[in-house]
Nanobody, 125 residues
Framework: QVLVVESGGGLVQAGGSLRLSCAAS????????MGWFRQAPGKAREFVAA????????DYADSVKGRFTISRDNAKNTVYLQMNGLKPEDTAIYYC??????????????????WGQGTQVTVSS
């Protein structure tokens, strides 16, 4: 059974930084594509960032490009999301997802077959 667990959320002032971590176990993490998504209150879940199994292919939503950085450490079975220059509109529950079938980057939720429970990020103005 594959388990995906996010951590690192919290409350931060606008302009601040947070680093989210996502640890995966029970599967072959090193060949999985990993993605971050978020869901703000009253809104649909949206794509944030994704990284392929090698780490050489990365994709970001336009809204976070230049502020967020996704990375992975296959030796630790962990993917990270460094968030700088946070804005109140970044407030959301952030979810990590694993794609063990294709290992590529994807903006589509349906291509991820394992999801974490989410971690809350709140940015105050």
């Amino acid at each position: 059974q594959v388990l995906v667990v996010e951590s690192g959320g919290g409350l931060v002032q606008a302009g601040g930084s947070l680093r989210l971590s996502c640890a995966a176990s029970g599967g072959i993490f090193s060949i999985s594509g990993m993605g971050w998504f978020r869901q703000a209150p009253g809104k649909a879940r949206e794509f944030v960032a994704a990284i392929n199994w090698r780490g050489g292919d990365i994709d970001y939503a336009d809204s976070v490009k230049g502020r967020f950085t996704i990375s992975r450490d296959n030796a630790k079975n962990t993917v990270y999301l460094q968030m700088n220059g946070l804005k109140p509109e970044d407030t959301a529950i952030y979810y990590c997802a694993a794609d063990l079938r294709y290992g590529t980057t994807s903006r589509h939720e349906y291509e991820y077959n394992y999801w974490g429970q989410g971690t809350q990020v709140t940015v105050s103005s």
